[in-house]
């Protein structure tokens, strides 16, 4: 009997349906993962006594923290220091420049299928490649210094940028740009009005958090010899002075702070 | 003055939109085109201007058949057919003055659209157009900013700066208060008179349409079952469009309306 009367229903509880109908099913995916997480919680070896070892040297890591020592390589910061930023900022302007074409491109509601498929390639390749594995490939082509990390930064902030700006417009209001193309609109005046308007403010966010990924990225980077401060901090982590490392932290995190705020101010501004 | 051909629209999934659409449109006629959710209305205007391809047919306006056109022909076939929306379809982030001087866009090159460098004649235009609607000192507002009400009226500026021979409208009124409603709906057909501008207008409600047009056209699951005045839309009528329902109350609205707005 698929009709409910409704006499039968009054007084019963009512739940919701659940994901997975079958009880028992459910109940065995649910086992099996707690089950696979012990299991894998148990395969990972800790060797107790090398952490008991270790234990000083991280507490003389976070303790130079209390004295950081901005004074004694201050030469050597302030020059990692520069080029981390131009490298940012430098990574990043590219990087967005060359990602908006590539962002058009990639959403499927305004480019044809063809011009699709190439930018979603291009943004395949550049998510799949991690930023380290890129800088090692472009240190050996251009040896240490930071034009590979410049190029590193650039090709990541395409991926990362071209994929979400795509996806913005993917999900933009239809109706809006359809008005624009009624009247008789060329298709880069159909994009100036009809789809820039919309997806300008998360574009310009994007924009924003991509810099000041890219910023903490070069601090990476720096560690396979593209450039930056990243060098630097490698150079005082091998010589054991933390407090200088502490130092070059501190300075990464304040810069980080200043752009986040900067980048709230800013999203603020063009909502 | 629009001609429409054995017009048919299957969407991909299989579904018939239009099952050969013939009508008949002269210079100045604004048209109401009534009928259930799902009829087919929607589709056959988005047809005439082709944001929607219709699968087969002809439609022509005056002497240019539109169904086969290339892209640059396409343009500039669409700068003579204004279209205003539901929902108004503003640019939302876009300033009054910008969502109304689109409507140009066929009309001006790239850099000048892109620069907001319109001719003075357009920007003249659209003050003349703000104004006649009462919204002059809110051209420097961002859409958004604005009521429904409000909105619409912009819309229909966006469609009239275009200088169009026919205006394609629908649903208009579909989400606004019912006095908002009749007086976006007479001011759209009081310009269609000014101007001497065909129109077909998409309406849900029957009563409104009843009041302000000249002829309507009623769509059953894509095919025309009426063509008439407004005054013969008799329950038999509403009926064959609709389904069965009680509708003397529908038509008696109408007489209670017009009663009101007499009061006015």
């Not at chain 1, 009997?1 to 229903?9: A, G, I, N, V, Y």
């Not at chain 2, 799902?38 to 201007?49: E, F, L, Q, V, W």
């Not at chain 2, 391809?53 to 396409?74: H, I, K, M, Q």
């Not at chain 2, 009309?107 to 907001?116: D, I, T």
Request: hydrophobic share 50%; glycine share 8%; with cysteine.
């Amino acid at each position: 009997m698929s009709h409910r009367e409704l006499d039968d229903m009054l007084g019963k509880r009512w739940r919701k349906p659940a994901f997975v109908p079958n009880p028992l099913l459910r109940w065995g995916l649910f086992a099996g993962f707690v089950l696979y997480m012990i299991a894998a919680v148990m395969t990972i070896e800790v060797n107790w006594a090398r952490v008991y070892e270790g234990l000083d040297r991280g507490a003389a890591f976070i303790m130079a923290f209390t004295s950081p020592d901005f004074v004694s390589r201050a030469g050597a910061i302030w020059d990692g220091m520069l080029e981390s930023i131009i490298m940012t900022v430098a990574a990043s302007v590219v990087g967005i420049a060359i990602s908006i074409p590539i962002g058009l491109g990639a959403a499927r509601n305004i480019a044809p299928l063809p011009i699709y498929l190439i930018c979603r390639g291009i943004v395949a390749v550049s998510r799949a490649l991690q930023e380290i594995i890129v800088a090692i490939l472009l240190v050996a082509i251009f040896g240490f210094g930071p034009l590979a990390g410049f190029l590193t930064l650039s090709f990541a902030t395409i991926g990362f940028l071209s994929k979400l700006l795509a996806e913005d417009i993917e999900s933009m209001d239809r109706v809006q740009a359809e008005a624009i193309k009624a009247s008789g609109a060329k298709w880069m005046q159909w994009i100036n009005y009809g789809v820039q308007p919309q997806v300008i403010p998360r574009l310009i966010g994007l924009s924003m958090y991509r810099i000041d990924i890219n910023f903490r990225e070069s601090a990476i980077l720096g560690l396979v010899g593209a450039g930056g401060i990243g060098a630097t901090l490698n150079t005082a982590f091998d010589r054991y002075e933390y407090d200088t490392a502490a130092a070059i932290l501190i300075i990464i995190i304040v810069i980080v702070m200043a752009l986040e705020y900067l980048s709230g101010i800013i999203r603020a501004k063009v909502q | 003055m629009l001609k429409i051909k054995k017009l048919v629209k299957t969407y991909r999934t299989g579904d018939q939109a239009l099952k050969a659409i013939d009508l008949e449109i002269p210079e100045g006629q604004v048209l109401a085109l009534i009928g259930p959710s799902g009829a087919g209305k929607s589709t056959m205007i988005r047809c005439i201007n082709r944001l929607v391809e219709p699968t087969s047919g002809e439609v022509w306006l005056g002497d240019l058949e539109l169904t086969r056109l290339g892209s640059g022909a396409l343009r500039r076939a669409r700068r003579e057919m204004g279209m205003i929306f539901q929902e108004y379809a503003l640019v939302e982030r876009l300033t009054v003055m910008e969502n109304v001087l689109s409507g140009r866009l066929g009309y001006v090159g790239f850099w000048r659209s892109f620069l907001r460098r319109y001719p003075q004649s357009d920007v003249d235009e659209a003050f003349r157009l703000l104004d006649r609607v009462g919204l002059l000192e809110m051209a420097d507002k961002r859409a958004d900013e604005l009521s429904g009400g409000q909105r619409q009226r912009v819309g229909i500026c966006r469609a009239l700066i275009q200088n169009p021979k026919l205006l394609l409208v629908d649903e208009p009124t579909a989400s606004l208060d019912p006095k908002t409603s009749r007086q976006i709906m007479r001011l759209i057909c009081e310009l269609c008179a000014e101007r001497g501008l065909a129109a077909i207008i998409n309406i849900h409600d029957v009563a409104l349409a009843q009041m302000f047009v000249q002829r309507v056209v009623g769509l059953r699951f894509g095919a025309i079952e009426f063509d008439g005045p407004p005054n013969a839309l008799t329950p038999n009528v509403l009926t064959t469009i609709y389904g069965e329902e009680d509708w003397e109350a529908t038509i008696e609205k109408v007489e209670d309306e017009e009663g009101i707005e007499a009061a006015e």
